[in-house]
């Protein structure tokens, strides 16, 4: 009889992440009955990365409104699961990272009876307030989680710090490469995409292009703006660079950055970019300035610097490798920091050039793998 796996997600970053572990259960079907579950938390974001990895959810609650907030979010993610699992009853039920559909569904997949499995298991800030709800959600998942597939050594360090059971944590690496690396590839063959050719006239072979993007709740309010101040000053002052901005629909996030940046002329604000795009553009970029986790995991594969806007990561293996340096919400540091990799070619090359800390693509595989085994 072949064991039932559930993969639950709901957000762009967590969709690009399960991707290639949804494609490597698929080519086990011999072994397993995999269903896909979205909650939608995000709409229109999700379905772009669902049409370009081929994926046909088996269910979608399709929960996303206006304006939805966590308290409402998580009461409706776990009560719509309830049929979703007594109509399957999985014996694996697969989360990723740290959002609330994973949070949620972790609670709800506990309460089935279902082994909870935690991809992107172990990252760590130790303050629960930062990031904010990300830090507590995956502090729950792991107390509920039977397995833990941990990205890097320091992620299982803090899960045996927990005093989680060795033998229920894997050291996978991130399944963000795996997905990746598809991605490149495909981008780059005969892939034809709308998108990623209006975004060529803004690709100039004679400006370098910063790419920027920011979303996180703590940045709302007086970090956004002191990032586009930083942001306004380093265009100023180095022309020779493009500034392309997709812009988060969060009413938070637009604002500031349209009624601070909107009339500069090398910074160009572009709607929010499908997955195959920003791979695409990344590509072609010569750093990155973010407050996003999958970010700082993609970028060093790419050999791109990261700036990150955060005064913490529960990513450290990327600053400690070197490839990341924080910067906060803190307009004197963003505006040094990229100067100085605009400005110094050994500072940058020191960056671009290092070894990748999240794994070489084989994630996934390593994951199915050990449910094969564990199921003999």
Known sequence: MKN??????????????????????????????????????????????????????????????????????????????????????????????????????????????????????????????????????????????????????ISVQNLLRENKKKEDIILTGNTVIDALLYSVKKVNSNFKDSEIESLKEYVNPDKRIILVTGHRRENHGSGFINICKALKKIAKENSDCNILYPVHLNPNVQKPVFDLLKDIKNIKLLNPLSYPAFVWLMEKSFLIITDSGGIQEEAPSLGKPVLVMRDTTERPEAVNSGTVILVGANTTKIVEQTNRLLKNSEAYKSMSALHNPYGDGSASKKIVNHIINICK
Not at 80 to 85: F, Q, R, S, T
Not at 104 to 129: D, M, P, Q, W
Request: with cysteine.
């Open 4 to 153: 039932k796996i559930l993969i639950v997600f709901g957000t762009r970053p967590e969709a690009i992440k399960m991707a290639p572990l949804v494609k490597e259960f698929n080519n086990n079907s011999d072994k397993f009955e995999t269903r896909v579950c979205i909650t939608a938390q995000h709409r229109e974001m999700l379905d772009q990365v669902l049409q370009f990895f081929e994926i046909t959810p088996y269910y979608d609650l399709d929960l996303m409104k206006p304006n939805q907030n966590l308290y409402s979010l998580t009461a409706e993610i776990i009560n719509n699961l309830k049929p979703v699992l007594e109509d399957f009853l999985p014996d694996f039920v697969f989360v990723h990272g740290d959002t609330t559909t994973a949070m949620a569904t972790s609670i709800s997949g506990f309460y089935s009876g279902a082994k909870i499995c935690h991809v992107e298991a172990g990252l760590r800030t130790f303050n629960l307030k930062s990031p904010f709800p990300e830090e507590m959600n995956r502090s729950v998942i792991s107390v509920m989680a039977n397995l833990h597939f941990a990205p890097t050594t």
